[in-house]
């Protein structure tokens, strides 16, 4: 069964950081483009950054000089460090990948989401 499993979140207060992790598994041929998502409470799924398989990024303004996201396409794994967090930054975190599990085929996968909570 392919899936992504997520891990890390939690409460921390501004300033703080957190890592996130998430973890593809199963039969996977490759992983193509990989990103992070968040929902807060009333609002909208947003994107939040991306890495391409080359390493290319993506983040969103207000995330830009405090967030970094990573992988290692050997583990296939996606990270998601985030530095000097702000309550505005209080939402579920999403793990979304597109992975191919034959040569040409492939999947949108979603983790199933970690809370991050941030105090003021």
């Known amino acids: 069964q392919v899936q992504l499993v997520e891990s890390g979140g939690g409460l921390v207060q501004t300033g703080g950081s957190l890592r996130l992790s998430c973890a593809a598994s199963?039969?996977?041929?490759?992983?193509?483009?990989m990103r992070w998502y968040r929902q807060a409470p009333g609002k909208e799924r947003e994107l939040v950054a991306t890495?391409?398989?080359?390493?290319?990024?993506y983040y969103r303004d207000s995330v830009k000089g405090r967030f970094t996201i990573s992988r290692d396409n050997a583990k296939k794994t996606l990270t998601l460090q985030m530095n000097s967090l702000k309550p505005e930054d209080t939402a579920v975190y999403y793990c979304?990948?597109?992975?191919?599990?034959?040569?040409?085929?492939?999947?949108?996968?979603w983790g199933q989401g970690t809370q991050v909570t941030v105090s003021s």
């Open positions: 199963g039969v996977i041929f490759r992983v193509g483009i």
């Open positions: 890495v391409s398989s080359d390493g290319d990024t």
């Open positions: 979304n990948a597109v992975l191919y599990t034959m040569p040409t085929i492939s999947y949108d996968f």
